[in-house]
């Protein structure tokens, strides 16, 4: 039997023909690979897709985005071959090691210890609501079985020989945690990243992979709750959206959708994203932002990848950044950085049981709340609120030491009937005015990190 008949047609005919199988298995296998490369090229070819007229239109509702914009606070892990080093996710581009020789560094990947539970117990005890994984960073290694990998960079082809995707997924859902995995479209491995123009050929190769590895991701997993890309710009230069049309990144999320409907997109694959970013360790400052959007930054504030070079954040700058952020209407994701066995170091996770037994008390004023009704001021104070209650996070008092027991806010449309202060025993003196809310507490009963007052209305409040 020729090797060019159709191999469903064949086997079909000749299952049950032990001997004739036993003599022409090679010849079956071979058709069998070339039926699976075919079926995996039609399934991520953009190509194969109508153009999407209405980007916007792919956004989800902000009914389906109201669990995102209540959790909060959500864990940020970077992990992958360049724990084994140590020096941070960058370290292949900045050490400017060729592929060739980064990729010996997956003879060396057999994490011993890896245990998603203990990081997803580490997420829970700090406060955290969701997670969000690198399943692959700028390096190009695949943290899973990825046949769509270029060469097989994957975790299944290094000293793990498996699949490292699966297991966090899976205890994350055990949990009750909400489940997120980052993915970044370019790849260093790739001469055409670096030159898309001079080197066409190879940028669509790369491009082939992520279409490939963003589609294995949606539907190999069961229900995915955010797809967080990062790294679309070409080049090293420009922005996202200036290489949205490379990528096709409206399609690729129209292709997403496909597989995961309610999944909330971050907007760094060039299509707009169902919320902004902002990364880093800068101080979050000014009015109340518009629509959803996330603030990403480290608790080791060295590097996201492990790196045994630490500036551990403290407990106090990391819950002044997380209500600064709420009270502008955004979420905060804190990164840590698990060594190259899979453990999250010991200073990380007492650090986030800190920020964690914080949010036990005062967390009523942070989760399911909203930003405002009134503008946030710098350095000074900033409000969430949910039903009829105003949550007021005063993070300084007046300058003038005859008014440094006196905050006065703007003028509120609802009639407060009582305050309370949640961070101490104090007594709130209040006034309300047609112009202004003023509220009293003795210094001594000041928090010095945030001294938390509810403002309990009659009618709920409105932004």
């Given amino acids: 039997m020729p090797c060019d008949e159709n191999p469903s047609v064949f086997l079909r005919t000749y299952w049950q023909d032990e001997i004739f199988l036993k003599q022409h298995m090679k010849c079956i296998m071979a058709m069998w690979v070339a039926l699976a490369l075919t079926i995996a090229?039609?399934?991520?070819?953009?190509?194969?897709?109508?153009?999407?007229?209405?980007?916007?239109?792919?956004?989800?509702?902000?009914?389906?985005?109201?669990?995102?914009?209540?959790?909060?606070?959500?864990?940020?892990?970077?992990?992958?071959?360049?724990?084994?080093?140590?020096?941070?996710?960058?370290?292949?581009?900045?050490?400017?090691?060729?592929?060739?020789?980064?990729?010996?560094?997956m003879d060396q990947f057999n994490p011993q210890h890896y245990d998603p539970a203990t990081w997803v117990n580490a997420a829970r005890a700090a406060g955290m609501k969701y997670m969000v994984l690198t399943a692959r960073h700028h390096d190009g290694f695949a943290m899973w079985d990825s046949p769509s990998s270029y060469d097989n960079f994957d975790a299944v082809h290094s000293a793990a020989k498996r699949d490292l995707i699966a297991p966090y997924v899976k205890a994350a859902r055990e949990a009750g945690m909400r489940v997120g995995l980052y993915y970044s479209p370019m790849d260093w491995r790739f001469p055409g990243y670096f030159d898309?123009?001079?080197?066409?050929?190879?940028?669509?190769l790369m491009k082939k992979q992520t279409w490939g590895q963003v589609e294995e991701l949606m539907k190999n997993y069961g229900h995915i709750d955010i797809l967080w890309y990062d790294g679309a710009w070409l080049a090293m230069k420009g922005t996202d959206a200036d290489a949205g049309p490379f990528w096709e990144s409206d399609k690729l999320a129209k292709m997403a959708r496909s597989y995961q409907p309610k999944v909330v997109i971050s907007p760094r694959s060039g299509w707009v994203g169902d919320f902004g970013t902002d990364e880093g360790g800068a101080a979050v400052t000014g009015p109340i932002k518009s629509g959803p959007w996330e603030k990403c930054l480290n608790l080791n504030e060295t590097t996201w990848g492990y790196n045994t070079r630490q500036r551990?954040?403290?407990?106090?700058?990391?819950?002044?950044?997380?209500?600064?952020v709420v009270v502008r209407g955004g979420n905060m994701l804190l990164n840590v950085g698990p060594d190259k066995d899979g453990v999250i170091p010991e200073a990380h996770v007492a650090r986030l049981k800190e920020i964690g037994d914080w949010l036990t008390q005062y967390g009523e004023s942070v989760y399911d709340t909203r930003p405002g009704p009134f503008q946030p001021v710098d350095g000074r104070y900033g409000a969430t609120y949910r039903g009829k209650t105003i949550y007021v996070h005063v993070l300084g008092w007046g300058p003038a030491a005859a008014q440094s027991d006196t905050l006065v806010l703007p003028a509120l449309k609802q009639k407060v009937r009582n305050v309370r202060v949640i961070t101490s025993d104090g007594a709130v003196r209040f006034t309300q005015g047609e112009g202004e809310v003023t509220l009293q507490l003795p210094t001594e009963k000041h928090d010095a990190l945030d001294t938390i007052l509810a403002l309990e209305c009659e009618t709920p409040v409105e932004p």
């Fill in 312 to 324: 551990l954040m403290s407990r106090d700058r990391a819950l002044n950044m997380l209500v600064n």
């Fill in 196 to 204: 898309p123009k001079g080197l066409p050929d190879n940028a669509a």
């Fill in 41 to 105: 090229a039609r399934a991520m070819d953009p190509g194969t897709m109508p153009a999407v007229t209405d980007p916007l239109a792919l956004k989800l509702s902000p009914a389906d985005m109201k669990w995102w914009q209540d959790a909060k606070f959500g864990m940020f892990i970077h992990w992958g071959l360049y724990a084994i080093p140590a020096q941070g996710e960058w370290y292949m581009n900045d050490k400017k090691v060729p592929a060739a020789e980064y990729r010996k560094l």
